[in-house]
């Protein structure tokens, strides 16, 4: 077993000077940056030093915490770019509703991590910064869209991280660097100054090294927002929950165990037994319309994507090109120039399936399978407490192997989006070790379960343990 050093807790208690681990992390930044690629922005020491000196007076449950923040979520003294030439060099005016909610709680924020850009992809390359490496193997990814975020917390250059996650984000970069993460139910997190790319299906999501440090920061950046109108109104906490396992019963869904690979095959079953000792009932079941899920949840947010980002024209939003003559030609050489191959073949795809004669059999269908997905899960969790499954079916792949084939690419996302199509919760959590790579599982739950599946998982890391930062 081995043990995490829960650090984000020790400076919450006092155990370590704050000043000393903020120097440790940037210490652990020096090294591991260059080979990593994490951070797309990381705040100089100084003003670091400022910011940890206030936050510290404030007393408050992150007070003195190191938090790393995805790049498309606005900072209002930091570069926020999307990782997208588009946006190079935009500052935001404001800050985002769980910008405002670390800050209140005395968190540091010290920079902000590497992406797919506008979130669109899962290795994290699709970057003009350069790709994420994945720290357990620096020729791998490490996931996408959330990688820098997942990456950073493995080799410890922050405490606490925020991804958003659309249709695996944050949980693909869990499973493929040895962290947790979690998607919450779909309005119990603000959106309002995430940079959209599919407003129906993502989520800024809290990561971290254990399940009590997630569910820490889940519980600060929570709640409502009056100005995002897709929130509902929870307030109350998500404390982790004491699971009764004599009356919790978990499915095994057979849709999202097709053509997993082997190693991670014998830890989820690994897993199974480890439940089935403490007493769990766990049963394999089926639902046919999750076949449909990717396709489904592909057409819906290349569809949200083209309408999203058709307000970067290069006038009025983004970068100008420096040469051109009225606002079209301005807006097409903009594109043009500032948009990333994936970008622009998402944006050209979700405005096929949205053109008269096409959206019928495009995006109507996916909406339809969408609430057939959503009410067949509704009506599993009528008899079970929550799901269990692997999180990819492979192995982190080689940097540029999935590039060559972007439906390849796609594929790894087959077990994470049905999550976002349902607007249900999911965490992802390390299981074991296997050929040098942690292996990830994935656990989902009705909607407002997050304290179940905080308490499911906290009885595998207490059996398996965690995974300490990389040395």
């Known amino acids: 077993m081995i043990q995490a050093v829960k650090v984000s807790l020790e400076v919450l208690n ?24 994490a951070y797309a922005y990381v705040e100089n020491m100084g003003k670091l030093k400022e910011d940890l000196g206030r936050q510290l007076k404030r007393k408050g449950r992150l007070s003195g915490v190191i938090v790393a923040v995805k790049d498309n979520i606005s900072t209002s003294w930091m570069p926020t770019t999307a990782a997208s030439r588009m946006l190079s060099g935009y500052i935001p005016p404001y800050n985002a509703t769980v910008i405002e909610k670390l800050l209140y709680e005395g968190a540091v924020i010290i920079g902000k991590t590497n992406m797919d850009e506008f979130a669109m992809g ?33 080799y410890g250059g922050a405490d606490l991280a925020l991804g958003s996650d659309t249709g695996g984000s944050v949980r693909l970069p869990a499973a493929y660097t040895g962290t947790v993460a979690l998607k919450p139910t779909y309005g119990t997190v603000s959106r309002y100054g995430l940079i959209p790319y599919a407003n129906s299906l993502e989520q800024i999501s809290p990561m971290a090294r254990t399940v009590k440090d997630l569910a820490l920061l889940y519980n600060t950046i929570k709640g409502d927002d009056p ?16 699971v009764d396992p004599g009356k919790t019963r978990i499915a095994v869904i057979r849709e999202l165990m097709d053509g997993v690979d082997e190693g991670i095959l014998k830890i989820f079953w690994n897993t199974i037994s480890l439940l089935e000792s403490h007493g769990f009932t766990i049963d394999m079941v089926s639902i046919k319309s999750l076949r449909y899920s990717l396709p489904a949840y592909y057409v819906i947010a290349m569809a949200e994507a083209s309408s999203n980002l058709a307000r970067y024209d290069g006038v009025i939003h983004g ?31 979700g405005a096929y399936v949205l053109m008269e004669g096409y959206s019928r059999e495009y995006y109507v269908k996916a909406t339809k399978l969408r609430r057939l997905i959503r009410d067949s899960l509704a009506k599993l969790f009528k008899d079970y407490q929550a799901i269990i499954s692997p999180v990819s079916p492979i192995l982190p792949p080689k940097l540029g192997e999935k590039l060559e084939d972007p439906v390849k690419m796609y594929t790894m996302d087959v077990m994470t989006v049905t999550a976002n199509l349902a607007g249900i919760p999911a965490l992802v ?13 994935q656990w ?3 909607v407002f379960s997050e304290s179940r599946l905080f308490g499911l998982a906290s009885i595998v890391e207490d059996e398996v343990g965690v995974i300490t930062p990389l040395q």
């Open 444 to 446: 989902m739950g009705p």
């Open 14 to 37: 006092d155990r370590l000077d704050p000043y000393d681990h903020l120097e440790e992390i940037l210490d652990k930044i020096n090294r591991w940056e260059p080979k990593v690629n």
């Open 227 to 242: 100005r995002d109108s897709t929130t509902l109104g929870v307030e109350q906490e998500y404390p982790i929950d004491r």
């Open 319 to 349: 970068n100008r090109v420096k040469e051109c003559r009225g606002y079209w030609d301005c807006a097409a050489k903009a594109r043009g120039e500032y948009f990333g191959v994936e970008v622009k073949t998402r944006i050209l795809m």
């Open 429 to 441: 959590q390390p299981a074991g070790i296997i050929s040098g790579f942690p292996i990830g599982i």
């Open 122 to 154: 899962s290795t994290s390359e699709n970057t003009p910064y350069g790709p994420v490496h994945n720290p357990w193997c620096l020729d791998c990814t490490a996931g996408g869209s959330s990688g820098g975020s997942g990456a950073v917390l493995a």
